[in-house]
């Protein structure tokens, strides 16, 4: 296998050290912590299911002999694909414990996506449920995915796992288990949003991981009395970290997993658990928003409402602010790969309703550039690019992403346009690439041309990012028909066929007999889709 690393440069190494952001911290190391000090206290709350922080670190202690037992070896790589149930964390902290490294996938993610994880990772095991929230067997994936990746010698299901290993059944000798590993080596894959293609991986270390989250625990209030409310799928890295319930889990809170994000469901569980917490992506901010003045139930426990994975405008962001009085609305923006910004709890209203925060660290470094790498005036958007102590310095199995991505000195180009107010905050101008942010998912519009060039009805396609009030972003793919002109409903009806995510079909279908060519008969994809979109907005505009 391909070694797992993430190395910052000596003298950045010693300096965030020295800096007590690296505290030699692990996962299972700071679990068992929090077990030591209060082992009766609730950690986890999911519908009837309540788990103390003993009974959770049991269960993870369980699960981790029984992953040895299976014959997985401590550095193995395991897709995990869990929702918002407890065992998600039972079998991560398991795997940790273990000394193994999770690999987070979603519960959207299908076959294409979770087939390219364990080969990219080279994984040993896949975790998943019977079925997910909106009823899907993910058994039947597993068959697949098993069918193609003779190398993937354990499948571990969650609930009834028919030819599969139960998750409920394994066991093994806890004498066996492994010390804690090292702080500095690879705790998890994360995936990426994708610019080009599928997702890369992410790797995360123990100690720079770890920072973002206590460090976002003290800007976000959040302490041993705080109740969080995992809303969004508990694999996110945004509902994971920002401060998210490895946040709450390290300050010793509760954890309470909804398993929908919709009001109906989080509403009542607010009231209910008394959560003082929650993180939501901008289209269900609006929707709690709209439905919280005339809810019934006892919202007041809320006090902190983070919103990310997508911009929130000043419109959307005040609509936000009124409708929940008693709460106060922080702005996160920040990505997988390190770099995150929050606006503050003691700022004033203009800059919570009208930025995207600033950086946790005073060690984060932000260039703000123009497409020829020079600095730009202040408050002028430009190329935003990251370096500091929780911002990776390469993906793994990947030499051509990290030869795009990151510069010689080790900054991170995020591919994000910002501009930056003189009190150091940013503001979110749009992406630099052809990249759709639809609801805080990040696509890539190349992946979906790929997948629609298979159709045989499909001479070409474009797929581009439109504005959209809702999702923030929609897409909407152009096509030119190859033979007889194919219905929109049947390309996507084609596309939710071929094993992706849902949020990657398209969400708009355009039928076109040409696409524009320069006088050479050349045109660049980014500059075609940057036309198509433009062409389209105007229409739109005009109507």
């Given at each position: 296998?391909?070694?797992?690393?993430?190395?910052?440069?000596?003298?950045?190494?010693?300096?965030?050290?020295?800096?007590?952001?690296?505290?030699?911290?692990?996962?299972?190391?700071?679990?068992?912590?929090?077990?030591?000090?209060?082992?009766?206290?609730?950690?986890?709350?999911?519908?009837?299911?309540?788990?103390?922080?003993?009974?959770?670190?049991?269960?993870?202690?369980?699960?981790?002999?029984?992953?040895?037992?299976?014959?997985?070896?401590?550095?193995?790589?395991?897709?995990?694909?869990?929702?918002?149930?407890?065992?998600?964390?039972?079998?991560?902290?398991?795997?940790?414990?273990?000394?193994?490294?999770?690999?987070?996938?979603?519960?959207?993610?299908?076959?294409?996506?979770?087939?390219?994880?364990?080969?990219?990772?080279?994984?040993?095991?896949?975790?998943?449920?019977?079925?997910?929230?909106?009823?899907?067997?993910?058994?039947?994936?597993?068959?697949?995915?098993?069918?193609?990746?003779?190398?993937?010698?354990?499948?571990?299901?969650?609930?009834?796992?028919?030819?599969?290993?139960?998750?409920?059944?394994?066991?093994?000798?806890?004498?066996?288990?492994?010390?804690?590993?090292?702080?500095?080596?690879?705790?998890?894959?994360?995936?990426?949003?994708?610019?080009?293609?599928?997702?890369?991986?992410?790797?995360?270390?123990?100690?720079?991981?770890?920072?973002?989250?206590?460090?976002?625990?003290?800007?976000?209030?959040?302490?041993?009395?705080?109740?969080?409310?995992i809303a969004l799928p508990a694999a996110h890295n945004f509902p994971m970290s920002s401060p998210g319930h490895m946040g709450s889990l390290h300050a010793g809170g509760r954890v309470v997993l909804a398993p929908s994000p919709s009001p109906d469901i989080c509403f009542p569980i607010i009231a209910r658990e008394k959560v003082t917490i929650s993180g939501l992506v901008p289209p269900l901010a609006l929707l709690w928003a709209q439905s919280a003045p005339a809810s019934k139930h006892d919202l007041s426990s809320l006090k902190v409402l983070l919103v990310g994975g997508a911009k929130l405008t000043p419109e959307a962001a005040r609509r936000v602010q009124d409708a929940l009085p008693a709460c106060r609305l922080q702005q996160v923006f920040g990505m997988a790969e390190g770099l995150v910004n929050y606006t503050r709890l003691d700022d004033p209203d203009s800059t919570v309703l009208e930025t995207q925060g600033r950086p946790i660290s005073p060690d984060d470094e932000v260039l703000i550039l123009d497409d020829q790498g020079n600095p730009v005036p202040e408050g002028q958007p430009g190329n935003l690019l990251a370096r500091g102590p929780y911002t990776i310095r390469a993906y793994h199995n990947d030499d051509t992403a990290n030869a795009r991505s990151f510069t010689l000195d080790g900054f991170y180009r995020t591919g994000d346009i910002v501009c930056r107010t003189p009190g150091g905050y940013l503001v979110v101008q749009g992406r630099a690439g052809d990249h759709i942010n639809r609801a805080g998912e990040k696509i890539s519009a190349e992946e979906i041309e790929d997948h629609l060039l298979a159709h045989p009805n499909v001479f070409d396609a474009a797929v581009v990012s439109v504005p959209d009030e809702y999702l923030g972003e929609r897409s909407c793919a152009f096509i030119i028909p190859r033979g007889e002109k194919p219905r929109a409903a049947a390309i996507k009806a084609w596309m939710r066929g071929r094993a992706i995510a849902e949020f990657k079909v398209p969400d708009q279908v355009v039928l076109v007999d040409s696409f524009e060519t320069t006088a050479a008969g050349k045109i660049s994809r980014k500059e075609l889709r940057a036309r198509l979109r433009a062409k389209l907005l105007a229409e739109e505009a005009a109507q």
């Open positions: 296998m391909l070694p797992l690393k993430q190395v910052w440069p000596e003298e950045f190494a010693a300096r965030y050290r020295a800096a007590g952001y690296w505290r030699g911290e692990t996962f299972p190391g700071f679990l068992r912590a929090r077990v030591e000090e209060r082992p009766e206290a609730e950690a986890i709350i999911a519908g009837d299911v309540r788990w103390t922080y003993g009974e959770l670190w049991s269960r993870a202690e369980t699960a981790a002999a029984g992953f040895l037992a299976l014959g997985l070896r401590p550095g193995d790589r395991v897709v995990v694909q869990l929702g918002n149930i407890p065992e998600f964390f039972s079998v991560v902290f398991g795997l940790f414990r273990a000394q193994m490294v999770p690999v987070y996938a979603l519960p959207g993610h299908r076959l294409t996506e979770i087939a390219h994880f364990v080969h990219k990772a080279e994984a040993a095991a896949y975790v998943c449920a019977d079925r997910g929230a909106d009823g899907f067997d993910y058994r039947g994936l597993a068959r697949d995915l098993r069918a193609g990746a003779p190398d993937l010698r354990q499948v571990i299901v969650v609930g009834e796992a028919e030819e599969f290993t139960p998750l409920a059944g394994l066991d093994g000798d806890r004498s066996a288990l492994p010390g804690d590993p090292d702080p500095s080596s690879v705790a998890f894959l994360q995936i990426s949003g994708g610019t080009t293609g599928l997702s890369k991986l992410i790797p995360r270390t123990h100690d720079d991981y770890i920072y973002s989250f206590r460090a976002s625990n003290e800007i976000c209030g959040v302490t041993a009395d705080s109740v969080h409310l």
